[in-house]
């Protein structure tokens, strides 16, 4: 089974600045990682898909990239609406599919 | 793309559930699809997976033999029978539509399902 780890837990970014997400797999996962942003009391929503392809919609601040373990969401300009939970999914070699546990990233 | 979960609700432990997922706007019987949970406060975890056609069929450890994910193609639907459940199985059930290049593209909004005395 593959562990999927993201980090930090929790990240405190002002609007307007950039943040930086990671998710690290127990081993290789080729480009089968996708990211989702989940905001309070709604489903989770795609943002990236293949590492580094966007989700239809998805505005280009959002940056997905890595291979194999190592995987980073970029958000650039962050907005009042980007403050949420962001969770990697690795769908790589399953079942089962691996969440990482989210990182919450909140207003500094 | 419409995915409307129903069917949760307050079920003693030992009980049974069973929650349905409508789909609608897309070709239902071409894609996998399946069932994820989110705990009160807490992360995703995949509960189960179907093929197209219902032939295969995948769970995570902690529901099998308890859990069965099934659909009706010609209802365009999804359920997952939920038997013997648990106070640690209490969690909002999304449906899920999988692709095999975009992952996880389309989610309903979820129904809570709350196992408690």
């Known amino acids: 089974e593959i562990v999927m780890t993201q980090s930090p837990a929790t990240l405190s970014v002002s609007p307007g600045d950039s943040a930086t997400l990671s998710c690290r797999a127990s081993q290789s996962v080729g480009i089968n990682l996708a990211w989702y942003q989940q905001r309070p009391g709604q489903a989770p929503s795609l943002l990236i898909y293949g590492a580094s392809t966007w989700a239809a919609g998805i505005p280009a601040r959002f940056r997905g990239s890595g291979s194999g373990t190592e995987f980073t969401l970029t958000i650039s300009s962050l907005q009042s609406e980007d403050f949420a939970v962001y969770y990697c999914?690795?769908?790589?070699?399953?079942?089962?599919?691996?969440f990482g546990q989210g990182t919450k990233l909140e207003i500094k | 793309v419409q995915l409307v979960e129903s069917g949760g609700g307050l079920v003693q432990p030992g009980g049974s559930l069973r929650l349905s997922c409508e789909a609608s706007g897309f070709n239902f019987n071409r894609y996998w699809m399946s069932w994820v949970r989110q705990a009160p406060g807490k992360g995703l975890e995949w509960v189960a997976n179907?093929?197209?056609?219902?032939?295969?069929?995948y769970y995570v450890d902690s529901v099998k033999g308890r859990f069965a994910i099934s659909r009706d193609n010609a209802k365009n639907t999804l359920y997952l029978q939920m038997n013997s459940t648990r106070v640690e199985d209490t969690a909002v059930y999304y449906c899920?539509?999988?692709?095999?290049?975009?992952?996880?593209?389309?989610w309903g909004q979820g129904t809570l399902v709350t196992v408690s005395s």
């Open positions: 179907i093929k197209e056609d219902g032939s295969e069929k």
């Open positions: 899920a539509r999988f692709d095999w290049l975009l992952a996880v593209d389309y």
């Open positions: 999914l690795q769908y790589n070699d399953w079942p089962p599919w691996s």
